[in-house]
């Protein structure tokens, strides 16, 4: 079995979707925020490929932007944005790395290790040696948000990282880092023995599942902007459209225009309501008047309690199960993060049941309500 970073995140965030992508070879349409992705890792490819330690000019650098832009998935307007955005972003990248250039120990190297009998393969940005000895394994990210630090710490792609180094060259990266190009700011981690033992038993479980036939879907938070769901058993049903009965039409399109009415109407008061609070606190007032009413300014402050002090208190009453509760957002995250034994994690996801059942109306607007 082949696999990569991008194959095995993809299975454990819904085993349907790599099914789709890499089994049944359904091809996904072009994106804006892949092509640009894709353009400045190429353009940071030529600019560290210089055969001497000195950096290319920022004119060179931009330069070579127009002549690896990758144009796939863009509208017209639109693809004049992204290149000036990822103008401004080089532009930073220059600034912040030029004076310290030097040539790379490695850069857009691509390796294949065994690990548990899968073939796991991939592609390493960079790899710098550090002036007081040891290396540095880079990537860079173009997420517009710095993720929290223990996602870093748990990061897939840079454990599969370490562990290529150290197959393929012997060595243990000092630092591995995540270079996040548009907030212009880098996270760096490492990892141990313990962290190489629990990416083996990972890889090995994801593999085990796919050579079962396991692609059950899985609903995350990314099903909004998947190419597959017209195919997903969880929201093909969106796709199938049906012709709407006369009687009903009309009601339909009665509420899709109170819906809109609504949000413009809501919209109108959130940029009011930002302009009355702005006049009050510059004046010291709690209550304003109008020709046919009053407004009245009450400040709210939001408290939370300190869990180590809650445990404390409760804990010794034998009161503290009464306030415990199982958070489904963060049970969510557990068992993507694959750090749970196979049968832990079957166990949860079999153990959901039903809690509520409702039905929301949710009015789709545009180019996302045709696809």
Known sequence: MKLSYSSIDTYETCPAKYRFRYQDRVPSAPSPALSFGDSLHRALFRFHSRPVPVAPSLEDLLETLDGVWVPEGFGQAEQAAYREHARQVLAQYHRDNAA??????????????????????????????????????????????????????????????????????????????????????????????????????????????????????????????????HLCPLFRHRHEREDTPARIAGVIDEWIGLKREDRQ?????????????????????????????????????????DPEAVRGILAPLGLLDRVLSVDPRKLDDLIRAGSLPPSAEDALLASREEVRTGTALHLKDGERARR
């Open 265 to 305: 109407r809501w919209r109108r008061l959130e940029e009011l309501g930002a302009v009355i609070r702005a006049y009050a606190e510059e004046h010291d007032l709690t209550r304003l008047y109008g020709s046919d009413g009053d407004i009245q300014l009450v400040r709210r402050i939001l408290t939370a309690p």
């Open 100 to 229: 310290d250039y030097r040539i790379p120990a490695a850069l857009e190297f691509r390796f294949q290790i065994e690990v548990e009998g899968v073939t796991v393969s991939g592609i390493i940005d960079r790899m710098d040696r550090l002036p007081g000895g040891g290396y540095e394994i880079i990537d860079y990210k173009t997420n517009r948000r710095l993720p929290p630090r223990s996602r870093v710490d748990a990061d897939l792609q840079l454990s599969i990282y370490h562990l290529a180094a150290r197959e393929i060259w012997g060595i243990d990266p000092d630092r591995l880092t995540l270079y996040y190009l548009l907030p212009g700011q880098r996270m760096t981690t490492s990892r141990g023995p313990g962290d190489l033992d629990a990416l083996r038993r990972r890889i090995a479980a994801v593999a085990e599942r796919i050579e079962a036939g396991r692609f059950e879907p899985r609903e995350n938070p990314l099903c909004g902007w998947c190419d597959y769901q």
